[in-house]
Structure formats: structure tokens, C-alpha cells
């Protein structure tokens, strides 16, 4: 194995590159508002964490502000990222950066849901 594959970015502890936002929706099933998220520098990988510990949570992201957050169930695909109770995820998605904002927006089973999410690099 080559020498460059360990030297990647991602092969790092989770470096923060933008600020942390909170993503909420207050009322059972119904998305959440908009937030935009930016970063200081170039980067696709997200932080986000689910501080509730009974209830998961669906995330979108995107590079428009129109974007869909639904809940996915039995036999229905949708494009949201899940969110386990207590728990936190890094995944890779839209690039983000000083001049490229990416979008986002929750929708959960339960009322008050909020996660917290902020780009950067690393596992």
C-alpha cells in the first residue's frame, strides 16, 4: 500500500472548517426551516450530531435552498440522511466553502427535533 494513502484528509480526526448550525423542526412531520452553512476553506464532509435521546432525525443537504427533507419509510426511498437518538455521523456530501454555500433542512416523527451539523474533514 502506498505511503500517499495514508496522508489523505480523510483519514484524520473530524477537523471543523465552518461554524456549527442548528437544524430544527418544531412540529412533528413537517420540515424544518432552511439553514445555509459555509466553510472557511474547500471541504464536502459533514459533522452532525442528534443530542435527543429518544428520537432519530432526517437531514437533507443540498446546493439549493428549495430542498425536500421527508421522512423515509417501509418501501419509500428518500434523499435524508438518518440521524439515530444520541448518536452523531460524518458523511461525505455537496462541496461547501468560502464562496459555495450548501443548504439544509430536518424533518423528524417527533415535535422540537434539532441536530447540529458543520462542515469540514476527517472521520
Known amino acids: 500500500v502506498s505511503q500517499s494513502r495514508y496522508n489523505m ?7 471543523q472548517m465552518g461554524p456549527t ?8 412531520n413537517t420540515q424544518g426551516n432552511v439553514v445555509s ?19 432519530g432525525v432526517f437531514v437533507a443537504y ?7 427533507a421527508t421522512v ?4 419509500a426511498a428518500a434523499d435524508v440522511i438518518y440521524i439515530p437518538a444520541y448518536s452523531f455521523k460524518v ?9 459555495k454555500t450548501v443548504y439544509a433542512r430536518c424533518i423528524a416523527e417527533h415535535a422540537s427535533a434539532t441536530v447540529y451539523t458543520c462542515p469540514g474533514e476527517g472521520f
Open 91 to 99: 458523511f461525505t456530501g455537496p462541496q461547501v466553502g468560502p464562496n
Open 37 to 55: 452553512i459555509t466553510a472557511s476553506s474547500l471541504c464536502n464532509q459533514y459533522f452532525v450530531s442528534n443530542p435527543d435521546v429518544n428520537y
Open 72 to 75: 423515509s419509510s417501509a418501501g
Open 21 to 28: 448550525v442548528a437544524i430544527t423542526a418544531t412540529t412533528a
Open 9 to 15: 484528509a480523510n483519514n484524520i480526526p473530524f477537523q
Open 62 to 68: 443540498g446546493q439549493s435552498s428549495a430542498i425536500t
